[in-house]
């Protein structure tokens, strides 16, 4: 960053980051805004070229490819966008958003665009026979899944979401998780879930990665994740979001919108380390490595909280009762949220 009388700061975007995606598995990608979560999942898709490392597909070095391997290699791996507006042309039909991805690669001909999109709206949920209309004509919740069908276009088995559901209505978020889903079980597709609401990561997600300052802080399954959380910072993200660790301590980290590089090198030691209660000395001097410490659960901290530990770290509205019951028990749902839970699938409020 420079600027008259500034002195020049370089930040990295993303370092170090390790991330393997199974064949069919969701790996959800959390951490706030600024955190390296989008140019993390551009990096993979060769939208951005990164300075240094590997992106490995099916044992193939994506940064390698060139030209016609290139976008060969394009056809197995696709996106969703976060805003379904602009990711779009307005002046494009329906039908013809969904048939782009054929066009570009010379792939059949009018006829059988034509047929293979309407099968495609249909699977994601639109009538075919709204296939000419154009994008003003549909809602945002619409419109994502008319993307997502021109993900699908190309039958492929990795599809990088960044954040495809933060920008709709709650009422139509689920309807869109079910549906990536449904996909899911149905194609076998892996995802790339990228985004900041770790409800909808812990509903969809397999495994799960915590991002902050470019850097992965931690990494685990979903149950890992959100039953024994050991990093300050996904405690942190824990106790500050609506999840079943709703907390308000005077030890919570600062918030997530304050800027969490002010006023410290990132260069040296834990980027954490200004925001975290467990900070001592050496996470100045000496940043942590990302280190398994059982169970498949790597986690960079010199001081990661042990299962107890991430229990009684918070308390819910200052009383006794201790998140450490979800840890052990499971958390108790009843009704209508009992029922999404079993199923697997989101229940969407009723709109009118």
């Known amino acids: 960053m420079t600027g008259r009388g500034a002195a020049?700061?370089?930040?990295?975007?993303?370092?170090?980051?390790?991330?393997?995606?199974?064949?069919?598995?969701?790996?959800?990608?959390?951490?706030?805004?600024?955190?390296?979560?989008?140019?993390?999942?551009?990096?993979?898709?060769?939208?951005?070229?990164?300075?240094a490392g590997t992106?490995?597909?099916?044992?193939?070095?994506?940064?390698?490819?060139?030209?016609?391997?290139?976008?060969?290699?394009r056809r197995h791996v696709q996106l969703?966008?976060?805003?379904?507006?602009?990711?779009v042309d307005p002046r494009y039909r329906a039908r013809d958003i969904v048939a782009e991805p054929w066009t570009i690669h010379g792939l059949y001909d009018r006829v059988e665009r034509r047929r293979r999109a309407d099968e495609l709206l249909a699977r994601v949920g639109i009538d075919p026979s709204q296939?000419?209309?154009?994008?003003?004509?549909?809602?945002?919740?619409?419109?994502?899944?008319?993307?997502?069908?021109?993900?699908?276009?190309?039958?492929?088995?990795?599809?990088?979401?960044?954040?495809?559901?933060?920008?709709?209505?709650?009422?139509?978020?689920?309807?869109?998780?079910?549906?990536?889903?449904?996909?899911?079980?149905?194609?076998?597709?892996?995802?790339?879930?990228?985004?900041h609401d770790l409800a909808v990561v812990r509903h969809i997600s397999d495994r799960v990665s915590v991002m902050y300052a470019g850097r992965i802080v931690e990494t685990g399954t979903r149950d890992q994740l959100f039953r024994a959380a050991s990093h300050p910072y996904t405690l942190a993200l824990l106790a500050a979001t609506g999840t079943d660790r709703r907390a308000s301590t005077?030890?919570?980290?600062?918030?997530?919108?304050?800027?969490?590089?002010?006023?410290?090198?990132?260069?040296?030691?834990?980027?954490?380390?200004?925001?975290?209660?467990q900070a001592q000395a050496v996470c100045a001097v000496e940043r942590p490595e990302l280190i398994d410490r059982g169970g498949d659960h790597p986690?960079?901290?010199?001081?990661?909280?042990?299962?107890?530990?991430?229990?009684?770290?918070?308390?819910?509205?200052?009383?006794?009762?201790?998140?450490?019951?979800?840890?052990?028990?499971?958390?108790?749902?009843?009704?209508?949220?009992?029922?999404?839970?079993d199923e697997g699938r989101v229940q969407s409020p009723q709109s009118t």
């Not at 992106?55 to 290699?73: I, N, S, W, Y």
């Not at 009422?171 to 892996?190: E, F, P, T, W």
């Not at 005077?250 to 209660?277: K, N, Q, Y």
């Open 80 to 87: 969703v966008y976060q805003d379904p507006f602009s990711s």
């Open 250 to 277: 005077p030890e919570t980290p600062a918030s997530a919108t304050d800027d969490p590089l002010a006023g410290i090198d990132s260069s040296i030691g834990c980027a954490f380390r200004a925001r975290c209660p």
């Open 55 to 73: 992106v490995t597909f099916r044992g193939e070095d994506l940064l390698a490819l060139q030209g016609v391997e290139l976008r060969q290699m």
């Open 299 to 341: 986690v960079a901290c010199h001081f990661p909280a042990t299962v107890a530990t991430s229990a009684s770290y918070a308390r819910v509205d200052g009383d006794d009762s201790q998140v450490g019951e979800e840890v052990d028990e499971g958390h108790e749902q009843t009704g209508d949220d009992a029922d999404a839970h």
């Open 8 to 51: 020049r700061r370089t930040v990295q975007a993303v370092a170090d980051v390790d991330i393997a995606i199974g064949e069919g598995e969701t790996h959800g990608l959390v951490g706030e805004s600024g955190s390296g979560k989008s140019t993390t999942g551009r990096i993979l898709l060769r939208l951005i070229e990164p300075d």
């Open 131 to 195: 296939g000419d209309r154009r994008p003003a004509s549909f809602s945002g919740g619409q419109l994502q899944r008319i993307g997502i069908a021109r993900a699908l276009a190309l039958e492929p088995s990795l599809i990088v979401c960044d954040e495809p559901v933060s920008a709709l209505d709650v009422s139509v978020q689920g309807q869109i998780l079910n549906l990536l889903m449904d996909l899911k079980r149905d194609l076998g597709i892996a995802y790339l879930f990228i985004a």
